[in-house]
């Protein structure tokens, strides 16, 4: 009595896993791209721009073991 009760009631995440399981089923995984391609040149230059942006910080570690980035440079304003 209490199980066939029980049944109709599924919470919102096992819901959604039950929906989203059946477009997996149809659809297939998400990401099907391949990883062994070219770079384009907006990629380079993206990563070009990321890592100089990366390169003007540093880190510093607290001695309780926490970590924050201050500037390398304070005066540089050049990516901020």
């Not at 149809?26 to 721009?49: C, V």
């Amino acid at each position: 009595m209490g199980k066939a009760s029980s049944e109709g009631k599924d919470n919102a995440s096992q819901r959604f896993m039950r929906a989203t399981g059946k477009l997996r089923a149809i659809f297939g995984p998400a990401n099907r791209s391949s990883l062994l391609h070219d770079m384009t040149e907006e990629n380079r230059r993206l990563l070009a721009q990321r890592e100089a942006e990366t390169r003007q910080w540093d880190t510093v570690t607290r001695p309780d073991g926490s970590t924050y980035v201050v500037p390398r440079n304070p005066d540089d304003k050049s990516l901020r």
